[in-house]
């Protein structure tokens, strides 16, 4: 059972990135996907959730309105489409999967996560 993230990368403030968290050992359809992200010194935080079985999204205030979360099944893949970055959203970018549905406040605790990937840089600056 593994997760992978890719995608990262560095970018110029307003510009994009597409985050991939790919499972290995397990369908990712009967998960729910959460995109995480820690900055130097700083607690990891949520940033998005996609419930199982093409339920509810959610995103944290700070992203809403620019990140979209997304799944393509046939891939295995969930997806984290970052627009209009910012300075601020510099981190290493994790993923990470609940079994099941999951819904608010649990999408934002670490501790409801079964299996987490790697992480994967994000670096926002000119």
């Known amino acids: 059972v593994q997760l992978q993230a890719s995608g990262g990368g560095l970018v110029q403030p307003g510009g994009s990135l597409r985050l991939s968290c790919a499972a290995r050992?397990?369908?990712?359809?009967?998960?729910?996907i959460g995109w995480f992200r820690q900055a130097p010194g700083k607690e990891r935080e949520g940033v998005s959730c996609?419930?199982?079985?093409?339920?509810?999204?959610y995103y944290a205030d700070s992203v809403k309105g620019r990140f979209t979360v997304s799944r393509d099944n046939a891939k295995n893949t969930v997806y984290l489409q970052m627009n209009s970055l910012k300075p601020e959203d510099t981190a290493v970018y994790y993923c990470?999967?609940?079994?099941?549905?999951?819904?608010?406040?649990?999408?934002?605790?670490?501790?409801?996560?079964?299996?987490w990937g790697q992480g994967t840089q994000v670096t926002v600056s000119s």
């Open positions: 990470a999967a609940h079994y099941g549905r999951l819904n608010p406040p649990k999408v934002w605790m670490t501790n409801e996560y079964d299996y």
């Open positions: 050992g397990f369908t990712l359809d009967y998960y729910a």
């Open positions: 996609i419930s199982s079985s093409d339920g509810p999204t």
